[in-house]
């Protein structure tokens, strides 16, 4: 993870660097997904998916105007049916499914505008905190077109589709209040700092969980929301415990919680 790029700021933090911060970094375009920006973000998300090292993913944006106002526009006055059918799977899908399903949990640390494509990005991650300063919406419409990176699919999913669909059709814009009072965010804090630091808050207590506990919960969740019936996702339940149960986490957790002591977990 030592790569540097023009768009992207990476960091490693936590008490091992097990936690890797992505700082969208075009802050004079209000962090737009430009070209340049999908690009490295699928390397820098590829790169974190395959490193053993990191167990937890930050992204979040620069500055306090914009976590990410969406896509860059010229972008789609180039582009024709192949192009675009590039945007939106060759780099879009492959975004999203990096960090739906590299089973290392992912925080969305919103500051600002967080708009079209932002909202999208920020959807799909397994959770949102935001500062008060916050707005979220899916502008797509004005411009005669629609999210294309999951956005129609993910905020029903989201918040109720009946707001959604308000939203959606509107290109209404909600302040981090209501993304609240709608579950569209977990936590609202009062300014970045304070936003950054429930964040590294929060990342710690999960990093402080037995690794493949960890690994598993995300890969529990989020594959049995896509199954057709209740059963298919407790089969995934169930399974996802029989191959935690032999591992030596749970062992020493088991025997952690019984000597009433701190477990120590290696991911194995």
Same mark, same amino acid.
């Given at each position: 993870? @030592?790569?540097?790029y023009?768009?992207?700021?990476?960091?490693?933090?936590?008490v091992?660097?097990?936690?890797?911060? !992505?700082?969208?970094n075009?802050?004079k375009?209000? #962090?737009?997904l430009?070209?340049?920006l999908?690009s490295?973000?699928?390397?820098?998300?590829?790169?974190?998916? %395959?490193? *053993?090292?990191?167990?937890?993913?930050?992204?979040?944006?620069?500055?306090?105007?914009? +976590?990410?106002?969406?896509?860059?526009?010229?972008?789609?006055?180039?582009?024709?049916?192949?192009?675009?059918?590039?945007?939106?799977?060759?780099?879009? #899908?492959?975004?999203q499914?990096?960090?739906? /399903?590299?089973?290392?949990p992912?925080?969305a640390?919103?500051?600002?505008?967080? +708009?079209?494509?932002?909202?999208?990005? %920020?959807?799909?991650?397994?959770?949102?905190?935001?500062?008060?300063? *916050?707005?979220?919406?899916?502008?797509?419409?004005?411009?005669?077109?629609?999210?294309?990176?999951?956005?129609?699919?993910?905020?029903?999913? *989201?918040?109720?589709? *009946?707001? %959604?669909k308000?939203? !959606?059709?509107?290109?209404?814009?909600?302040?981090?209040?209501?993304?609240?009072?709608?579950g569209l965010?977990?936590?609202?804090?009062? #300014?970045? $700092?304070?936003? /950054?630091?429930?964040?590294?808050?929060?990342? $710690?207590?999960?990093?402080?969980k037995?690794?493949?506990?960890?690994?598993?919960?995300?890969n529990?969740?989020?594959n049995?929301l896509?199954?057709?019936?209740? @059963? %298919?996702?407790?089969?995934?339940?169930?399974?996802?415990?029989?191959?935690?149960?032999?591992?030596?986490?749970?062992?020493?957790?088991?025997a $952690?919680?019984?000597?009433?002591?701190?477990? #120590? /977990?290696?991911?194995?």
């Open positions: 993870m @030592e790569r540097e023009k768009r992207l700021i990476c960091e490693r933090r936590g091992d660097g097990e936690v890797l911060w !992505i700082t969208l075009n802050e375009m209000m #962090n737009s430009s070209e340049t999908q490295e973000l699928c390397e820098a998300l590829t790169l974190a998916a %395959a490193d *053993a090292g990191v167990r937890c993913l930050v992204l979040t944006g620069s500055g306090e105007t914009a +976590f990410c106002s969406g896509g860059d526009i010229r972008i789609f006055q180039q582009l024709d049916n192949v192009s675009g059918y590039d945007f939106l799977y060759g780099r879009g #899908n492959t975004i499914r990096l960090i739906t /399903y590299m089973e290392k992912v925080i640390a919103v500051n600002g505008m967080c +708009f079209a494509g932002g909202l999208e990005l %920020a959807l799909v991650c397994d959770f949102i905190y935001a500062s008060e300063n *916050a707005s979220f919406g899916l502008l797509e419409i004005n411009l005669g077109v629609l999210a294309g990176w999951g956005g129609t699919v993910r905020l029903p999913r *989201a918040i109720s589709p *009946a707001r %959604a308000e939203m !959606i059709y509107r290109g209404e814009i909600i302040d981090a209040a209501e993304a609240s009072r709608l965010v977990n936590r609202v804090l009062p #300014n970045r $700092a304070e936003l /950054y630091a429930a964040v590294e808050e929060t990342t $710690a207590e999960m990093m402080s037995p690794p493949l506990a960890l690994r598993a919960a995300k529990v969740v989020n049995s896509t199954c057709e019936s209740i @059963e %298919a996702a407790l089969a995934i339940e169930r399974g996802s415990i029989m191959w935690l149960i032999s591992s030596e986490d749970a062992r020493e957790g088991i $952690a919680f019984v000597e009433k002591r701190a477990g #120590n /977990y290696q991911g194995k």
